[in-house]
């Protein structure tokens, strides 16, 4: 409650933990004011609900670019400046990555495609670069942006760090996994073995209502499952940490260094399972109908 009542004394208003978590899970949220039909920041949830779809979560789209785009250019860097003679210790830490996802490729992937490893690659660094924004501090990052948001007549703007905890985000990576799925099953399969493979499969060709039932949503899990994992995993550990904070206050950091340290785990095993999860996918998508 001190910590709420701290942060919100920074603006003037007067905050229940409630509010303060409320708050700091909201985004910021850019979109069409149903209103004056305006394009512009919410101002509130309620605004930025009836916003509806077509609106934009601000912070999680540069944070997300702002991190992919940063990890590219730190690896084109090294890359650049790698050599085999008398590699330095950050050359080293980037050849671990590179081989470790490599080893989980050659492990789980049994067909030759010369993109499964790079993406692996890109989807494992990229995760955890956006799930480590959990262990910032929760009020940093979020008060600076508050009081920036302040010229521009956002007293109590959101923002949102942890692209990971929005479910645009996963479920975005994971759709797009998915549609590499249904390419890749198409495209190694043809058209009608990969639909011959949702109705004539577990049971053969005379249970196909049967087989429909069951594959079709095995199908369409895949996506959502994969992308709901992530979400829900980053955004109960945020939670947590809010939770602390405003309930805590001036004695939450003990709690949250033993929360902290075992969110550390979570951070990579949760890169690691989406990574191992496509690999997995995108095998099954290449088998050939005889699988």
């Given amino acids: 409650m001190a910590e709420a009542a701290h942060v919100a004394g920074e603006h003037g208003v007067n905050q229940t933990v409630q509010e303060y978590i409320t708050h700091h899970l909201s985004y910021l949220t850019f979109g069409k004011n149903p209103e004056s039909g305006h394009w512009e920041f919410a101002k509130t949830m309620e605004e930025a609900t009836e916003m509806g779809f077509m609106s934009f979560h601000v912070d999680s789209l540069f944070w997300s670019f702002l991190l992919g785009g940063g990890a590219l250019l730190f690896f084109r860097y090294i890359g650049k400046k790698a050599t085999s003679d008398t590699p330095n210790g950050i050359q080293n830490f980037v050849e671990m990555i590179f081989e470790f996802v490599g080893n989980q490729v050659n492990e789980s992937f049994n067909h030759k495609n010369a993109h499964i490893a790079p993406l692996a690659l890109t989807i494992f660094v990229w995760i955890v670069l956006m799930n480590l924004m959990d ?8 008060m600076i942006a508050a009081w920036f948001g302040q010229g521009f007549g956002q007293e109590h703007m959101s923002f949102k760090v942890v692209p990971t905890t929005d479910p645009n985000i996963t479920l975005g990576m994971s759709i797009s996994v998915f549609i590499l799925i249904i390419y890749y099953s198409i495209k190694n399969k043809g058209l009608g073995g990969f639909l011959a493979e949702l109705a004539f499969h577990p049971f053969g060709k005379w249970m196909m209502p049967f087989n429909l039932m069951i594959e079709i949503p095995t199908l369409l899990a895949k996506p959502i499952s994969l992308g709901l994992r992530l979400f829900g995993n980053l955004y109960a550990g945020e939670l947590l940490f809010l939770v602390i904070a405003g309930l805590l206050g001036a004695v939450q950091l003990p709690a949250h260094f033993i929360w902290a340290v075992f969110h ?12 191992m999860l496509t690999i997995v996918y995108l095998n099954a998508a290449h088998d050939s109908p005889e699988h």
């Fill in 135 to 142: 262990l910032v501090p929760v009020d940093w990052i979020p």
């Fill in 264 to 275: 550390i785990l979570v951070v990579p095993l949760q890169a690691f399972v989406f990574m």
